[in-house]
């Protein structure tokens, strides 16, 4: 293969001696004394060892290399004496190969072999003796490479061992598609590799003994890839590998067969998902098999029509990703910051979605391919297409460079001296200072392109009249007496509003200047308090007088203060308007909603849309919208995925209240939402948790990712759906392993104790306090013994404990008790326990007597409410009533009706006893009424952060119909 190189000798020549870097020389120097007494470098042509000593400060990801093993030198000394040779990885790497007779040695001849070659690229790279392009292209090849041998040598072991799956072509393979950069051919220096795998049908493997079904043989075949190439040993490691992107996620199985493949894409595909498979590329040789996966992907790809939306849904994803970089800090990042690589895979992405399907040759995973393409098609003019090829090589080149430095993926230009003379000087620039001026204007020409084509409307705001707004631009930025400031807005406002509007401007002022802000947030503020104010007397609401005005200025201005300190936030309210307006609306709708700002103020992005903010998501659209903010974190970043959970229920909390306050959701779709994305963030916890014990300890036998033999018990408001705002999760852990069974990983621990671990690890994951608060507050107290009892149980001694040992409440608990997370086979097993304990035959009187003292205990140690206040939870006649009552009539006639207890909220509950006659429908309908009336209020209440406590006259009616309902069914006083 021919290699450009990126600049001529002469300049070579005078970037190795450039002297303009003395931090890169004197740490060239301190390591290349070390590298000349361990080895014979000193030996080498003058050339060479020029070169060698410029790289030890160049890299410390090759320094540390020839260092810590001088026979990683001669290697690098050959590439550097022919920079030109071509190499062909794949004989190489079979050659290595055809020595390797175990897995281990598998590993260590993977890691050995990307050391070599990933020095020698990133060598050539630094001391620029090839082209950007050129090198990504090899880095793409290499990986493959290492793919692909890892795969063939594997699979023939494996069909050594279990047999041949066969079908209709011959041999099936396990399909491997490279996604992203990889499948681009495009792939950064240190790159994860995202893949996902497929398998051409069903069937099973005859080979004289045990038949094994092709979805086991590629299963297992799939997970010893994914450690082959992930696994960190003393060698290091060959690459990340990053499996989120397959059908249905973590919680999706690791390989599906063709069929099941075409199914997902064609029933449940999502737009960014089909946006992630314009990168797709089958690593495997040609064959039937690939060409028939190729022909299942296209029609999901390539519309066969000119498809427009493709901008609406590339804008989102952009504006996703600016959200992403607000929340997570990103700054100086090349990548996804304004004008970054992104934005130039957005603008020729976004091409071929619209017209792939009708211009085959728009349809190749290659950025730079799909920008020659666009020319010559006429649909990119060329001055425009050679800029923006020059100024996305500019990027990638700096993308490259940042992570040779040290072999690790990082997009974020350096803050050190010495990383930022390293990347001058590789970029032959003068200083650090010219470097950036160049990226800026590389980013500029990016971002203009990027607005031109599809733009993400985030600045675009109608300019404010500001002769209505001079009066608070005066009462802000002048320094005046409060009479002076009251006598401004004689125009627009009232007296009183006017003196309460001068109050809280001075004291704002006052807490401002305390705080010693920035200039930018002075400049911001100067900006943006007079449009709040005029946002707030604009709010058309009769009763925003006096008090009303009094607390929302105060809420506004806690905000203000937070964020005061961070002004990407400050800048992003001056430049959107609309935003201002969702912020005064929901601050004065309520007081839970504007602290839950002030507290995260990440949740100031999702105001940017109106649409989306008042309609929330779909509630089978909780688990993959979470998918989706997962996948843009690492998955080796723990801290990071805890903050991605919190920050999504967060905002996702903010869209459901949001929809509440203003009337969108009544009560039981609220309480649907609140459940719905609780499950969802369990169902993710289990697995980050399932993850972390596999790779410390394997896993349980007879266990598998998709059916871990563990399940979650949702008790109280989760397991009746019918969580609040500040619910807490009561939550019961059960397994099925065999106690004897042990774990298949290096650490080998009993079934027990794993489950244990697991257990533990799901309650950190919940209860550790980051940045953005706690998860979850998970109460563990209704596990059979409570606090006493054990944190994981087995299903055997669940339905031992609820048969022989449980009290009645603990019963009455149980009828609210449903599996939230767990295998069809656990949960149908938890289900049939718990529906023949609550149709056992009980004594009535018994039952009566536990019921009734249990209820009484409760109102004596919660009840809060008085003569004049009703507490809607726990006094007599109120929420707590209603459910003993639905619990007692359960336990006392499931026996008589299983079909009862297949729900577990009162709702449906009360329908059912009402359907069998148990209850009268009068009866169901005012204790239905009452419940939903309680509930709602109960919902406000936390909304407007107050007590559980209301005028008992409001509810007097509901009180009384409860009340004579349960002295009729326990026919005493209560």
């Avoid at 070599?116 to 690229?121: F, R």
């Avoid at 041999?171 to 893949?195: R, V, W």
């Avoid at 590339?314 to 100086?332: A, D, F, H, P, Y």
């Avoid at 779909?618 to 919190?646: A, C, F, G, I, N």
Wanted: charged share 25%; proline share 4%.
């Amino acid at each position: 293969m021919a290699i450009k190189n990126y600049q001529d000798d002469s300049k070579l020549a005078a970037i190795i001696m450039n002297t303009s870097f003395p931090l890169l020389t004197s740490t060239a120097d301190k390591y290349w004394q070390q590298l000349c007494e361990i080895s014979s470098i000193e030996e080498q042509p003058e050339p060479i060892q020029t070169q060698i000593k410029r790289l030890l400060g160049l890299s410390d990801f090759i320094r540390d290399t020839v260092l810590s093993d001088p026979l990683k030198l001669p290697p690098l000394i050959e590439t550097l004496t022919n920079p030109r040779q071509n190499i062909d990885y794949q004989k190489e790497l079979t050659t290595q190969l055809e020595k390797v007779s175990t897995e281990a040695e598998l590993l260590d001849c993977l890691r050995i072999f990307r050391k070599q070659h990933m020095v020698a690229i990133a060598a050539l790279d630094l001391l620029n003796l090839q082209s950007i392009e050129h090198s990504l292209t090899v880095t793409s090849e290499l990986a493959d490479v290492l793919i692909k041998g890892t795969y063939f040598w594997l699979y023939e072991h494996f069909c050594a061992r279990y047999g041949t799956p066969m079908g209709e072509f011959g041999p099936q393979p396990l399909l491997i598609l490279g996604m992203g950069k990889l499948g681009g051919k495009e792939l950064n220096f240190s790159s994860d590799i995202d893949l996902i795998f497929c398998y051409p049908s069903k069937g099973e493997i005859e080979n004289g003994k045990k038949t094994l079904e092709h979805q086991q043989f590629f299963n297992r075949l799939a997970q010893r890839i994914i450690h082959a190439l992930h696994h960190t040993n003393q060698q290091g490691q060959v690459f990340r590998v990053d499996m989120r992107l397959r059908p249905l996620g973590e919680s999706g199985p690791l390989v599906m067969h063709m069929a099941a493949f075409e199914d997902y894409y064609q029933e449940q595909g999502r737009e960014w998902e089909r946006y992630a498979m314009v990168k797709a590329r089958i690593l495997n040789d040609q064959s039937e098999y690939a060409e028939e996966l190729h022909n299942i992907l296209k029609p999901f790809i390539y519309r066969r029509y000119l498809d427009y939306s493709a901008i609406d849904s590339l804008r989102e994803m952009k504006s996703l990703i600016n959200q992403e970089v607000r929340r997570r800090g990103l700054t100086n990042n090349i990548k996804l910051g304004s004008g970054g690589i992104r934005e130039v895979e957005f603008i020729a992405q976004s091409f071929q979605l619209i017209k792939g399907g009708r211009e085959p040759r728009l349809q190749f995973p290659s950025i730079l391919y799909t920008l020659a393409q666009l020319t010559e098609l006429d649909l990119l003019p060329e001055e425009e297409y050679l800029q923006l090829k020059k100024s996305y090589l500019f990027l990638r080149k700096v993308e490259h460079c940042l992570q040779q430095f040290a072999d690790k993926q990082t997009q974020v230009l350096p803050d050190t001296p010495l990383d930022q003379a390293r990347l001058s000087a590789v970029m032959n620039c003068d200083d650090y200072c010219q470097l950036q001026q160049q990226l800026n204007e590389h980013s500029s020409w990016i971002n203009q392109q990027f607005q031109m084509l599809i733009g993400d409307n985030s600045n675009e705001n109608e300019a404010q009249d500001m002769t209505q707004t001079s009066a608070f631009v005066d009462a802000w930025k002048l320094d005046l007496t409060p009479q002076e400031i009251s006598d401004l807005f004689t125009q627009v406002a009232s007296k009183e509003t006017s003196e309460s509007l001068a109050h809280h401007i001075l004291e704002l002022k006052s807490s401002v200047e305390k705080k010693h802000p920035s200039p930018k947030a002075i400049v911001a503020l100067n900006t943006l308090v007079p449009q709040l104010l005029a946002s707030i007397i604009c709010l058309d609401e009769s009763n925003l007088d006096g008090s009303e005005l009094s607390v929302l200025l105060d809420r506004i201005a806690h905000i203000l203060l937070t964020v005061l300190r961070r002004t990407t936030y400050l800048q992003l309210l001056v430049e959107n308007q609309g935003a201002q307006q969702q912020l005064v609306r929901l601050c004065h709708a309520s007081p839970w909603i504007a602290e839950q700002i002030a507290k995260y103020p990440i949740l100031l992005d999702e105001l940017l849309n109106p649409v989306l903010l008042y309609h929330p998501t779909e509630l089978k659209e909780y688990p993959d919208e979470l998918r989706q903010s997962l996948l843009r974190v690492e998955p080796d970043d723990l801290e990071l995925q805890m903050e991605t959970l919190r920050q999504f229920k967060q905002i996702q909390q903010l869209k459901i209240a949001a929809a509440d306050v203003t009337g969108v959701l009544p009560i039981m779709k609220v309480s649907d939402h609140l459940t719905f994305l609780a499950e969802a963030i369990i169902n993710e916890v289990v697995n980050m948790a399932w993850e972390q014990m596999k790779q410390k300890y394997g896993i349980p036998d007879g266990s598998s990712d998709q059916n871990k033999k563990f399940a979650v018990i949702g008790y109280g408001k989760l397991g009746g759906i019918e969580l609040g705002y500040g619910s807490d999760l009561d939550l019961v852990f059960v397994h099925q392993c065999d106690s004897q069974i042990t774990t298949n990983g290096k650490k080998s621990i009993e079934a027990n104790q794993f489950y244990t671990k697991l257990a533990q690890r799901i309650m950190h994951l919940f209860m550790t306090k980051t940045p953005s608060g706690q998860l979850y507050e998970i109460d563990m107290r209704l596990r059979p013994s409570g606090n006493a009892g054990l944190l994981v149980c087995h299903v055997n001694g669940f339905e031992q404990y609820q048969l022989q040992e449980a009290w009645t409440w603990e019963h009455q608990a149980l009828v609210r008790a449903r599996v939230v997370i767990g295998s069809p086979e656990l949960t149908q097993h938890i289900e049939a326990i718990r529906r023949d304990v609550l149709c056992k035959p009980r004594d009535i009187e018994t039952l009566q007597q536990d019921v009734t003292s249990m209820r009484h205990k409760m109102r004596e140690h919660l009840n809060k409410g008085n003569e004049n206040w009703l507490d809607v939870k726990q006094d007599a006649g109120a929420m707590a009533d209603i459910e003993f009552l639905v619990q007692f009539w359960v336990l006392k006639n499931a026996q008589h009706c299983p079909k009862m207890v297949d729900w577990s909220d009162n709702v449906r509950l009360l329908q059912q006893l009402c359907s069998a006659n148990y209850i009268s429908a009068d009866d169901k309908t005012r204790l239905t009424e009452a419940y939903l009336d309680y509930r709602n209020r109960s919902h406000r209440l936390t909304l407007l952060e107050k007590d559980n406590l209301v005028d008992k006259s409001q509810y007097s009616e509901h009180q009384k119909n409860v009340k004579a309902i349960w002295e009729t069914t326990f026919e005493q006083p209560s």
